[in-house]
């Protein structure tokens, strides 16, 4: 991986051991690539998962909530984890607004592609805009900031 402010990040592992969500919270598998222009990150929602027993029965899709949860998990608040100094990685994410437009439905156990590229980031707050894809379709994209709060 690339250096941030100076100091290397070397691996994602570093990134999603430092998102401030337990186990079953975490909606990023992996990042594949990030510097400080873009953030590319892959997630797989698998159908075992309890949040998705009863939605929608007979017609199982995931939820656009937990859609847009991955979206700011990956493009908002990894990317801020890398683009901080790891001294100011002790943060609450604080989700400040959010514009998501949903292009297709998403079943699961698809793999899906995260795209987030920063549109600004001062003063503890980052404003991204964000893609979900799965294969060649566009699922839901979105622009989004995050206040992040300091949590010492």
């Known amino acids: 991986m690339e250096e941030s402010n100076g100091l290397p990040m070397s691996n994602d592992l570093d990134i999603l051991g430092a998102l401030p969500y337990g186990l079953n919270f975490k909606f990023v598998d992996k990042i594949l690539s990030v510097d400080k222009n873009s953030l590319l990150a892959q997630y797989t929602f698998r159908q075992d998962s309890i949040f998705y027993c009863d939605h929608f029965i007979d017609y199982p899709v995931v939820p656009g909530a937990l859609i847009v949860e991955s979206m700011g998990q990956a493009g908002l608040v990894c990317h801020a984890i890398y683009l901080m100094k790891p001294e100011e990685n002790c943060f609450i994410p604080l989700l400040t607004f959010v514009n998501v ?52």
């Open 101 to 152: 437009e949903f292009m297709n439905v998403l079943g699961f156990g698809n793999e899906c592609l995260i795209t987030g590229k920063p549109v600004r980031m001062r003063n503890n707050y980052l404003e991204s805009e964000v893609v979900l894809k799965s294969g060649d379709l566009i699922i839901a994209r979105m622009k989004a900031g995050v206040s992040l709060i300091n949590r010492k």
